[in-house]
Each structure stands twice: as structure tokens, then as C-alpha cells.
């Protein structure tokens, strides 16, 4: 594992009830080992979404947002919002790319804190730039 960190913790009232609802998003940089001629992808981005109600762990699940052949930074901007860029080998260019891959998790976590139900897919979006 390259790089974890705990992006979001927010806990909330519960509505209608006196428990306390505890969401924390965590953004995990994992390499992979293996062959590496330097065109494959050998670092993933992931997002680990964990809920618990009252301390105890009621919902968990984590998410493959993209591949990079480098990761190079992470951003959050509005509410559940982020962002990870790296950079990948373009196939189409023949050369190495700038890539960000977007992520709106706004419905996700709302579904996450609901605590019922089945999780939808979290909505990304992949930007490539030009040659390095």
C-alpha cells in the first residue's frame, strides 16, 4: 500500500432516533506487484466507505475508482466529491498521459447513511490530458 487516509469523518444525528450515525471515507493508494514493463497500470485507487451507528460497524464497502502507472495526488472538493490523478500510458498516443478519474459519491453516501437497501454505483469519470 502506497498511501490511506481518512478523508471524510462526519458523525450525524440519526432522524427520529436518539442514536448517532459515523460516516468515514477513506481514499487507499494500493501498488501491485508483478511484471512491470512500464506501460501496464500497477497502482489502484480505491475509496473505503465505512458506517456505524452508535460505534458499532453496521455498513461497509470499498470501491476500485481507477489504475495508474503513477498516482500522483488526491482532492476533495464539494461534498462528496473527489478526485485522483495519476499518470497512465496511452495507447492511442504511445506515450505517457496525465488521467483523473472524478468521482461524484454524493448518492452513494446518502444510500450509505440510509442503511437499507442496496448501494448504488458511484459515478466516475475519466479525463485524459496530452503527452507529458
Not at 65 to 92: H, N, P, T
Not at 105 to 119: E, F, I, K, S
Amino acid at each position: 500500500m502506497q498511501e490511506a487516509k481518512t478523508v471524510v469523518s462526519t458523525e450525524r444525528q440519526i432522524p427520529g432516533s436518539s442514536s448517532l450515525g459515523l460516516l468515514n471515507i477513506t481514499y487507499i493508494i494500493a501498488e501491485f506487484g508483478g511484471l512491470r514493463d512500464g506501460m501496464d497500470p500497477n497502482v489502484a485507487a480505491f475509496l473505503k466507505f465505512d458506517y456505524r451507528i452508535d460505534g458499532q460497524l453496521v455498513r461497509s464497502d470499498q470501491k476500485k475508482v481507477g489504475d495508474f502507472l503513477g498516482f500522483d495526488a488526491f482532492s476533495r472538493g464539494q461534498a462528496g466529491i473527489y478526485s485522483f490523478a495519476g499518470k497512465v500510458f496511452s495507447d492511442e498516443k504511445g506515450c505517457l498521459v496525465a488521467v483523473t478519474y472524478d468521482v461524484d459519491a454524493q448518492d452513494y453516501t446518502v444510500a450509505m447513511r440510509r442503511n437499507n437497501g442496496p448501494l448504488p454505483d458511484l459515478w466516475v469519470t475519466k479525463r485524459t490530458g496530452n503527452c507529458d
